[in-house]
């Protein structure tokens, strides 16, 4: 039975990130609510979405690129 580690690696990162994002979103935005109120809560997720939005963009474009290089490399 072979392991690939490369693969272990990238869905162990991946399902940390995801984590961290759930962490912040869930946890932060919950307690935003729970000392503020919801309109401070709606605001809170707003400002989250907000400042998520560059590093969605930069994972895309990352993405694009490598695509676009295995496509280039197919010799």
Known sequence: M???LREYAKR???QLAI???LLIFIV???LIYLFYGQAA???GLACLLIGLAPIVLIV???LLLNW???LANRD
Do not use: F, H, P
């Open 12 to 14: 162990t990162n991946v």
């Open 60 to 62: 895309l474009l990352m």
């Open 19 to 21: 984590g961290a994002i």
């Open 68 to 70: 676009i290089v295995k």
């Open 28 to 30: 932060g935005d919950g």
């Open 2 to 4: 072979s392991r690939d």
């Open 41 to 43: 809560a709606m605001m």
